[in-house]
C-alpha cells in the first residue's frame, strides 16, 4: 500500500537558517505529491504541490522537487521566520473510483527562534 | 468565500455515549473526509464519501459511521464514545475544478472521560 515517511522533530532553527524536512514515500505509479501545514490551533492548509516526475512546487519561499528515483519530496527553505514555526506534513493522493485519498506522514514540527 | 466548517469545536464527553461532529462545506465538493490527528500517527482517515449516499470506510473507521444525505454535510458519529478515541478530528473537501487538492476544517477536539 502507500505510505509516506518523514523525518522526526522536532526540529528546531534559528531564524534565517535553512530549512530542509526530508520526505520520502512507497506508492505504485504515479502520485501526486504534497506539503501541508498546520499552525498551532488550526487546520491543515495546501503549502505547495507536485503532479509529475522533475515538477517543483513552491509558495512562500518553501520548494519541493519530485524525485521519482529517489521516491523523495523534501521540503526546503533559504532563510526561515518565526512564523515559520509550525508542523508541517508530507502527503500523497492517488485517484481512485471518484475521488481521491490522501496518505499522510506523521509531521515534522518545526521551532524557529530568534 | 467558500468554506467548511466544523461544530463543536471542543466537545468533551463520557464513556459510552453518543456523539455526532458536524462538517459542512460550501465549496460544492463532491468529495468529503473525515480524519483523526494523533501524536506519533500524522493524520488517519476515518470515513469518506464521493457524492450523496455514498460513504466508505478508512483505515481506522471501527467505532464510527458517516451519512450523506446531501452535498454539503458529512456527519460523524461515535456511536459509543471510548477513550481511545480522544483525539483532534479534521473534516475536509475536494472536487471540481482542483480534484485532487483537499481543503480543511479547523478541527474538533473530542476529549472521552
Known amino acids: 500500500g502507500n505510505s509516506v515517511t518523514q523525518m522526526e522533530g522536532p526540529v528546531t532553527l534559528s531564524e534565517e537558517a535553512f530549512l530542509t524536512i526530508n520526505c520520502t514515500y512507497t506508492a505504485t505509479g504515479y502520485p501526486s505529491l504534497f506539503w501541508y501545514v498546520q499552525y498551532p490551533g488550526e487546520g491543515l492548509q495546501l503549502l505547495l504541490k507536485?503532479?509529475?516526475?522533475?515538477d517543483k512546487g513552491s509558495n512562500k519561499g518553501f520548494e519541493a522537487t519530485y524525485r521519482k528515483e529517489t521516491t523523495s519530496f523534501h521540503l526546503e527553505k533559504g532563510s526561515v521566520q518565526v512564523s515559520d514555526s509550525a508542523v508541517y506534513f508530507c502527503?500523497?493522493?492517488?485517484?481512485?473510483?471518484?475521488?481521491?485519498?490522501?496518505?499522510f506522514g506523521t509531521g515534522t514540527q518545526l521551532k524557529v527562534e530568534l | 468565500d467558500a468554506e467548511i466548517t466544523q461544530s463543536p469545536r471542543h466537545k468533551i464527553t463520557e464513556t459510552g455515549r453518543q456523539v455526532t461532529l458536524a462538517c459542512h462545506q460550501t465549496w460544492n465538493h463532491n468529495n468529503m473526509f473525515w480524519y483523526r490527528q494523533d501524536l506519533g500517527h500524522g493524520l488517519r482517515l476515518i470515513h469518506y464519501?464521493?457524492?450523496?449516499?455514498?460513504?466508505n470506510k478508512g483505515e481506522v473507521s471501527d467505532g464510527y459511521s458517516v451519512s450523506r444525505s446531501n452535498t454539503e454535510d458529512l456527519p460523524l458519529t461515535l456511536e459509543s464514545a471510548a477513550s481511545s478515541q480522544t483525539s483532534v478530528y479534521f473534516c475536509a473537501s475536494s472536487g471540481f475544478p482542483l480534484g485532487n487538492e483537499q481543503f480543511f476544517g479547523p478541527g474538533t477536539r473530542l476529549t472521552v472521560l
Open positions: 502527503a500523497l493522493t492517488r485517484v481512485t473510483g471518484g475521488g481521491n485519498k490522501l496518505t
Open positions: 507536485a503532479t509529475k516526475a522533475d
Open positions: 464519501s464521493y457524492g450523496v449516499h455514498d460513504t
